[in-house]
C-alpha cells in the first residue's frame, strides 16, 4: 500500500504542472486526499474489517467530493484532477498511470448484477464530466473526451466522444504523459455537417446556373 501511495503522489507531479511541493499536495489536494482514504479503505477491506472501509469512503466522500468504493480496483499512478463529483462504483478496475478530471463516473446502468461497473486499461484519460457506464472494457492509451457516455467498449489506442461516445481516431499513437487536448478534439457530427453544407451550395450552383449544354 506505501509503495502505491509514492507511486500516487509522483503522479501529482508528473500531471500537474501547478504542483510546487510535497507538503502542498498531501496538505491541499482534495483528489489525493480522496486516494489516500481509498487506499486505507481498500486495505481494511482485504482485511476482512467490516463496516469502517465504507465509513472512510462515505467521510471522504463528505470531505473531498470524490466517492471511490472501497471495493474498487485501482492500480498505481492514479490521479485525479481537481475531482469534485468523481465517483467510481464498486465493481470498477483501473489500470495503471490512469487519469481522471472533474466530474468523472464510473458507473453501472442500473440493469445488472455482479460485475456492473467499467474496467479501464493502463495510460487512460477520462475528461471532464464524462460518464463511464456498465461493465465494459476501456482498453491502453483510451482518450475520453469531456462530457461523453461511454456504453461500449473501446478498443486500446483509441479517442472516443460524444453522446453516445463515438470513436474518433482507432489506433493512434499515444499522446505523451497522458494528456488531452480536449479544446482541438475533432467533432465528426460538426464535420458531417460542414460536408453536406457543402454539397447543397454545389448543388444550388448547378440549379440556378443550369450547363446550356447538357450532354446527350
Same mark, same amino acid.
Given at each position: ?46 482485511? @476482512? ?24 480496483? *485501482?492500480?498505481? @499512478? ?9 465517483? *467510481? ?36 484519460? %477520462?475528461?471532464? @464530466? ?7 472494457? *476501456? ?9 461523453? %457516455? %461511454? ?49 447543397? *451550395? ?15
Amino acid at each position: 500500500m506505501l509503495n502505491a501511495i509514492r507511486k500516487d503522489l509522483q503522479a501529482v507531479f508528473d500531471r500537474d504542472p501547478s504542483a510546487t511541493s510535497r507538503v502542498e499536495v498531501i496538505l491541499t489536494y482534495a483528489g489525493f486526499h480522496a486516494l489516500l482514504a481509498y487506499r486505507i479503505a481498500h486495505w481494511l477491506r482485504d482485511l @476482512g474489517v467490516p463496516f469502517f472501509p465504507r465509513a472512510v469512503s462515505q467521510l471522504a466522500r463528505w470531505m473531498t467530493g470524490i466517492e471511490i468504493h472501497p471495493a474498487a480496483k *485501482i492500480g498505481t @499512478g492514479f490521479f485525479i484532477d481537481h475531482g469534485m463529483g468523481v465517483v *467510481i462504483g464498486e465493481t470498477a478496475e483501473i489500470g495503471d498511470y490512469v487519469t481522471l478530471f472533474q466530474g468523472v463516473t464510473l458507473g453501472g446502468t442500473g440493469k445488472e448484477r455482479g460485475k456492473r461497473h467499467p474496467t479501464l486499461g493502463n495510460h487512460v484519460v %477520462v475528461g471532464a @464530466g464524462a460518464k463511464i457506464l456498465g461493465g465494459i472494457q *476501456i482498453g491502453n492509451n483510451v482518450k475520453v473526451g469531456a462530457n461523453s %457516455v %461511454v456504453l461500449k467498449n473501446v478498443s486500446a489506442n483509441s479517442t472516443v466522444i460524444g453522446v453516445p461516445a463515438r470513436v474518433i481516431k482507432a489506433q493512434g499513437e499515444r499522446l505523451p504523459d497522458a494528456t488531452m487536448d480536449h479544446i482541438n478534439l475533432p467533432d465528426p457530427v460538426s464535420d458531417r455537417l460542414l460536408e453536406l453544407e457543402h454539397e447543397l *451550395i454545389e448543388l444550388r450552383k448547378k440549379v440556378e446556373n443550369p450547363d446550356p449544354y447538357p450532354p446527350r
